[in-house]
Nanobody, 119 residues
C-alpha cells in the first residue's frame, strides 16, 4: 500500500505559477514511477507529467515547455512546477504512483488538489 498526499493547489491568475507537491508513504520501495494527472469537469482524467524511478520524464503535449516534474532527494516526493498557467489548466490534479506488485503494476492515487486559473 502507498499513501499519497498532495499540496500546493490554489487559485492563480493566467500567466502565473504554482508548484504542486506529493509525498508518498508506505511501500515506497516498490514505486516504479510517479506522476500527475488532472481531471477537468466533464472530461476524462489525463496525464500531465510523469517521472520514472530512473529519472525519465514524460509530459503531455499541452504542458510541454510550461511544466517541470521533479523528485525530491528522498525519491518519495514528486513536484510539479507549473508556469505560464492558462484557464484551460483548471482541474483537479491527482498524484499517482505506479507500484510493482507481485504480478502486475498497481496504481495508487492521492485525493487530489484543485488548481483554478482565472482569466
Amino acid at each position: 500500500q502507498v499513501q499519497l498526499v498532495e499540496s500546493g493547489g490554489g487559485l492563480v491568475q493566467a500567466g502565473g505559477s504554482l508548484r504542486l507537491s506529493c509525498v508518498a508513504s508506505g511501500s515506497i520501495f516498490s514505486i516504479n514511477a510517479m506522476g500527475w494527472y488532472r481531471q477537468a469537469p466533464g472530461k476524462q482524467r489525463e496525464l500531465v507529467a510523469a517521472i520514472t524511478s530512473g529519472g525519465a520524464t514524460n509530459y503531455a503535449d499541452s504542458v510541454k515547455g510550461r511544466c517541470t516534474i521533479s523528485r525530491g532527494n528522498a525519491k518519495n516526493t514528486v513536484y510539479l512546477q507549473m508556469n505560464s498557467l492558462k484557464p484551460e489548466d483548471t482541474a483537479v490534479y491527482y498524484c499517482n504512483s505506479k507500484n510493482q506488485g507481485r504480478f502486475l503494476e498497481i496504481d495508487y492515487w492521492g485525493q487530489g488538489t484543485q488548481v483554478t486559473v482565472s482569466s
